[in-house]
């Protein structure tokens, strides 16, 4: 049965408030706030910038929030209105009423959300686990989006390793600042988070998730994506098996632009984060047009 993703108690949901509020000082530009109400419950969305380009929609991975995209959002918004969103079903000030039972529901839910933006289209980027729903913005919702661009989409073209996924369930369930630290440096190596993001990413393990997990993209689902594709992957990544990702899409996608960066794990963006936003934001504007 699909669940309703939400904190594990009070305790946990005002630690996590409190933590956000902190790295909510990390953000460089003005923003407002918006809660869009869509028929999956209410969405958090922060907003930034202004200007004539499409307008572009970010989507963060596990344990990140709208809040995530902090490092490099001055960047994106200097043409263009940014929205992050909080994602239903993770751990932010999004608020879940209803499942996301089915891939096509995280297609509706974009669509209600630029809805209530009141924008017609928008440009999406997604790192990580939210790469797997800007895909499924993609593929749902392709009428509504200009170009999806994938940050480390592990888990879209090809399966994760599965001694990768034994040692984030391994991982996962050390808490302490020592396992942190050992994740990083095998997840993400050569990225070191400021301690607002390490405890607010902490908090947000008190956040029961209900999102999809990501999975391989049939043939005929490569085959008939609509919207521009470009994947940014670490060519040192443990999870997201950059080469054998580039030759399936080499080979059922051959439009989609590939962008390896060598030496660079999972946190390829926080390793390289001029080199990742410029080859976005050109990528971007490039689609602009439609």
């Not at 991975?61 to 239903?88: E, M, N, P």
């Not at 993400?188 to 908090?203: F, S």
């Not at 963006?269 to 439609?290: C, I, K, M, N």
């Amino acid at each position: 049965m699909a669940r309703i993703g939400r904190f594990k108690s009070d305790e946990a949901r005002d630690a996590y408030l409190c933590t956000s509020e902190a790295m909510a000082g990390l953000w460089p530009v003005p923003a407002t706030l918006a809660d869009v109400p869509t028929p999956f419950g209410s969405t958090h969305v922060r907003r930034s910038g202004s200007g004539d380009a499409v307008p572009l929609v970010l989507l963060a991975g596990l344990l990140g929030s709208s809040l995530h995209w902090h490092q490099i959002v001055a960047w994106l918004a200097q043409d263009r209105a940014v929205y992050a969103l909080d994602t239903l079903g993770a751990a932010g000030r999004s608020v879940q009423t209803a499942p996301l039972a089915r891939d096509a529901d995280y297609g509706a839910w974009f669509a209600a959300v630029l809805d209530g933006l009141g924008l017609d289209r928008a440009h999406v980027l997604g790192e990580s686990s939210g790469a797997w729903h800007a895909t499924l913005a993609g593929l749902h919702a392709a009428d509504r989006v200009a170009s999806v661009s994938l940050i480390e989409p592990n888990g879209v073209f090809v399966k994760i390793p599965w001694r990768a996924l034994l040692k984030m369930v391994r991982f996962g369930g050390d808490t302490t600042d020592e396992g942190w630290l050992r994740m990083g440096e095998w997840l993400t190596p050569g990225v070191t988070m400021t301690d607002v993001e390490r405890a607010t990413a902490k908090a947000a393990q008190g956040y029961r998730i209900a999102g999809g997990w990501a999975r391989p993209l049939k043939d005929a689902e490569l085959e008939s994506f609509a919207p521009p594709l470009l994947a940014v992957l670490g060519g040192e990544s443990v999870v997201s098996r950059p080469l054998a990702a580039q030759r399936r899409l080499a080979e059922r996608l051959p439009t989609a632009e590939v962008e390896i960066y060598p030496g660079t794990g999972h946190g390829v963006r926080g390793q390289l984060p001029d080199l990742v936003t410029a080859r976005v934001v050109e990528f971007q504007a490039r689609h602009d047009a439609g």
